[in-house]
């Protein structure tokens, strides 16, 4: 039995010394035979190693039975590859056959090679995710998150958990999961926004959270999901919306310089040239946009018309990212701060796409009940959050930016579910 305590990695194959006897396992990704010789790909997480079985070898012939995707654990000698690639390969002494795959596979990744139809790739997401084109991208999602989390930690942010099960939704009533909870009904979280203002009245002061948000949003687009990642950010005692664009802007270039550092070579194998914008980035007001666009003052900026405004900077401005600001009272949220009309309100557009929103909330009491009726919603629906407003609510603000999304627009990817290992969206609820 090959001792798997033992077991090193294909690329520590590379470094391990000529002559010497070492333990891998992993995944049969191919195998050939000619004559007295058997040659198998072994693939693991970090890449390939060589497995060369000769006539020392007594199993040779029983690895015509070897089918693809086996796992296997395989203990032998380091020697120099004689192919092309050059390198190391293992001559095999020992294998053990750990799980026997079984024939056909129902999708086909051989080589990177990845299948058109994206449903028929994620109702077989456990084999998608061994080819290494899909797996780089969830490498690189676990650099940014590393970078998030250093970044809040750095700056002295305080890591929150909120709910997810709450008695009113923040972000519209109709795109509210409900659920039935004993003798209630509850609702998932739309996003950690009451609970992340309530923490500030609390004296958290800076506090951030990743977690997810639910939308029973009909959309069938390329960046809406029903359940998606969330970094919600809050501070308080902020100055206007200024702070809560330096700390974005910040953030988006820590995490994108740590990824273009720690994910080199998985960028590579997705073709990815990643840019890092300049500081500051550029700030267009909310109205100036519409004029650009040629629309009604007010509009709505959607994902079309976000398209043709990242066109319009990225040529003036060379960048990839940028904040529309001062949105119109008709676009924000009861929670945001306004001043005339006007509400203290920053979307940050990265590669023609919204990837955050947030701004200055209200916490000033009489006003923000004055807000919730004015958007036709119950005061008393909402009395868990407004009432802690009495006692004592600092000047506060944040953001909310959607991970998925992040991720989607650095890697370029077409679609938002490429990122997400088990996507949930209007149809999809498993595996
Ligand atoms: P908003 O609703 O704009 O704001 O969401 C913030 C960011 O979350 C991401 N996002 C989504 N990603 C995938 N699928 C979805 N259905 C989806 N909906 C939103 C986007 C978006 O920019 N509470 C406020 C934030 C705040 O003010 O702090 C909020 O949730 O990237």
């Known amino acids: 039995m090959v001792n798997l305590s033992q077991r090193k990695s294909t690329s520590a194959l590379q470094k391990a010394r000529v002559g010497s006897t070492i333990v891998l396992a992993g995944w049969v990704e191919k195998s050939k035979h000619l004559g007295k010789l058997a040659f198998i790909n072994l693939r693991d997480r970090e890449g390939y190693a060589q497995i060369v079985a000769n006539e020392k070898f007594l199993g040779l012939k029983s690895l015509k039975d070897l089918t693809r995707e086996s796992v296997v654990a395989v203990k032998g000698k380091v020697k120099t590859s004689k192919a092309k690639s050059g390198g190391k390969e293992l001559e095999l002494v020992e294998l053990d056959v750990l799980n026997r795959a079984a024939v056909p596979l129902p999708i086909e990744f051989l080589g990177g090679k990845v299948e058109t139809d994206m449903s028929k790739r994620l109702d077989y997401r456990y084999l998608d995710l061994r080819n290494p084109r899909v797996f780089a991208i969830f490498k690189v999602r676990s650099v940014m998150l590393n970078a998030i989390h250093k970044f809040f930690r750095d700056n002295e942010f305080l890591e929150m958990q909120t709910s997810k099960i709450s008695e009113a939704g923040a972000e519209g009533g109709a795109e509210l999961f409900e659920l039935p909870y004993f003798k209630k009904k509850v609702a998932l979280n739309q996003s950690q926004q009451l609970y992340k203002q309530l923490i500030m009245i609390s004296g958290f002061e800076k506090a951030y959270e990743i977690g997810t948000s639910y939308r029973a949003e009909k959309s069938h687009t390329h960046r809406h999901l029903t359940e998606f990642w969330q970094l919600d950010v809050e501070m308080s005692f902020l100055d206007g919306i200024k702070d809560i664009m330096s700390v974005q802007e910040r953030l988006i270039v820590s995490v994108l310089r740590a990824v273009k550092k720690e994910a080199k070579s998985e960028l590579e194998l997705l073709k990815v040239n990643l840019n890092v914008p300049k500081l500051p980035f550029p700030k267009i007001n ?118 998925d999304r992040l991720l989607t627009f650095i890697l370029d990817l077409p679609n938002v579910r490429e990122g997400v290992l088990f996507p949930r969206d209007v149809e999809r609820t498993g595996p």
Do not use: W
């Not at 007010?298 to 990225?314: C, F, N, Q, S, W």
């Not at 919204?354 to 009491?365: A, F, L, P, V």
């Open 286 to 403: 909310h109205s100036d946009a519409c004029k650009l666009l040629g629309l009604k003052q007010g509009t709505d900026i959607g994902t079309e018309a976000e398209r043709k405004l990242g066109a319009i900077v990225k040529r003036k401005y060379k960048t990839d990212a940028f904040f529309l600001i001062n949105l119109p009272e008709n676009l924000t949220k009861f929670y945001a701060m306004h001043d005339d009309g006007i509400g203290r309100y920053v979307d940050l557009i990265y590669k023609n796409n919204e990837i955050s929103s947030g701004g200055q909330r209200e916490h000033r009491y009489d006003i923000l009940i004055n807000q919730i009726r004015n958007k036709k919603l119950k005061p008393k629906d909402l009395e868990f959050y407004t009432t802690p407003f009495k006692y004592g609510a600092p000047p506060h603000g944040g953001f909310g930016m959607g991970i």
